[in-house]
């Protein structure tokens, strides 16, 4: 049957109406959109603007306090953070939102691990951060603001967090082992060399406390090792050398070495038995970026407070940390690039490492006394302020390539695990690891 209104007089004045309202609605949405802050970015703008900015798990900014500041010096603004909690779901989106030219925040976190292949793919649809007005190249350290930098001079991102590996440790289990609790006697047992490290675990071992073992998992000791190196899976030239790369070479050999003594609790990182070995004290070690001590703290609970410790780390490397860029098809991009500059300021940086334990990537903010003085009262009071800024001065100029984090993660999610976990021969895992890279890079 069909509807009277469909035709005749019936259908003629539904038209009517219907017109009448797409005229008030668009009518509306134009209003609603200058309210919004269309006019806000604009000098003699009115109404309000709503800045959004994507990122992935937790960047800490607003835990911190950070965009409530923002808003209380800034009337007009509003800041809506949109948060998808795994790297590995939020770049392909990313991704496909730039291509797009749609879809985008008015600002984008971006991770080191993709930050080259952005730099070097899609920097043309990022505004160029380095010319914006209050950022100071210098501010940053070197290694970081390379890292952002596309060939032709542009950067597309500015540095929030680094991630300056440390050692984590538990002092009873140590004591227990026969070996020194003092922070500074235990990073002489390792200094200079992750292969210090491993005689450390060979010397726990021999009189490790019944259930425990040295380490969590070879591919956090790979991580450690391999991000000390300025050249990995890449040279200074772009090509890849993963295949001969004396950094993977060596971090590889180490992390074998750890399976073959015993010395891991052949655990895998992030995942659920990992979270548990935490509460049980399986493991007395752990390489320890500063975003680490929140989830020792969380997964150790209050049984592990002043049981664990940090040490300097053998070698200084880099494990982790992140940028934020403007995308040039930002909606509100004169107030997102404002937000970005005053989010990634020096005394904005120190603020996050009081509160959230982000190392800045602005040594002007090692000074300052959130950062120069902080101590950890559930790690028996470590002086992780002086312990990370030390290692972040130290670390080399690494070198990226666009597919370092798929060739990391071919070691550390598949080589490594099949020597580890399945038992298999080290050559196996290697050719695994290498056969994985050879389908990622050819596809």
Not at 163 to 184: H, M, N, Q, W
Request: include cysteine; charge should be positive.
């Amino acid at each position: 049957m069909t509807p009277a209104w469909s035709s005749g007089p019936f259908r003629r004045r539904a038209l009517l109406l219907l017109a009448a309202a797409a005229l008030v609605l668009v009518v509306s949405l134009l209003d609603g959109c200058a309210r919004d802050g269309g006019d806000a970015d604009r000098p003699g703008g009115s109404g309000r603007t709503t800045v959004t900015i994507g990122t992935f798990g937790v960047f800490g900014c607003k835990q911190a306090g950070l965009y409530e500041e923002y808003e209380r010096l800034h009337p007009g603004v509003t800041i809506r953070e949109s948060v998808i909690e795994r790297n590995d779901a939020y770049y392909p989106q990313l991704l496909t939102h730039l291509a797009a030219g749609s879809g985008l925040a008015d600002i984008q976190a971006m991770e080191v691990g993709n930050i080259h292949q952005v730099a070097a793919a899609q920097g043309d649809l990022f505004v160029d951060l380095g010319r914006a007005k209050g950022v100071r190249r210098r501010d940053w350290l070197p290694w970081k603001w390379a890292q952002a930098t596309t060939r032709d001079g542009r950067t597309i991102g500015l540095g929030t967090d680094i991630g300056p590996i440390a050692v984590c440790y538990r002092k009873d289990l140590f004591r227990r082992a026969g070996l020194p609790t003092d922070r500074e006697a235990v990073g002489r047992l390792w200094a200079g060399d992750w292969q210090r490290y491993i005689d450390t675990g060979r010397a726990y071992t021999r009189r490790a406390p019944a259930g425990t073992v040295f380490t969590d998992s070879a591919a956090g000791l790979y991580n450690a090792s391999v991000h000390g190196y300025a050249e990995r899976y890449y040279d200074r030239r772009g090509r890849p050398v993963y295949a001969n790369s004396p950094a993977v070479r060596t971090s590889w050999d180490l992390a074998v070495q750890a399976v073959r003594a015993g010395l891991t609790a052949r655990l895998k990182q992030f995942e659920k038995p990992w979270d548990q070995a935490y509460a049980n004290g399986r493991f007395a070690t752990v390489a320890c970026p500063p975003w680490m001590l929140g989830y020792i703290k969380e997964k150790s609970g209050a049984a592990g407070r002043d049981k664990w410790d940090v040490a300097t780390a053998p070698r200084p490397a880099n494990w982790g940390g992140s940028f934020i860029g403007v995308p040039k098809a930002a909606r509100h991009r004169a107030a997102a690039i404002e937000l970005a500059v005053w989010l990634t300021a020096p005394a904005q940086q120190a603020r996050l490492f009081e509160r959230q334990a982000g190392v800045p990537s602005t040594p002007a903010s090692y000074a300052m006394p959130q950062v120069r003085d902080a101590r950890n009262a559930y790690f028996g009071n470590a002086p992780i302020g002086a312990i990370f800024t030390t290692a972040a001065r130290s670390i080399p100029l690494l070198v990226h390539g666009p597919m370092e984090a798929q060739m990391g993660t071919a070691f550390t999610d598949v080589g490594i695990p099949q020597v580890e976990q399945q038992g298999r021969p080290a050559r196996a895992g290697w050719r695994a690891a290498q056969k994985e890279i050879e389908n990622a890079v050819d596809g």
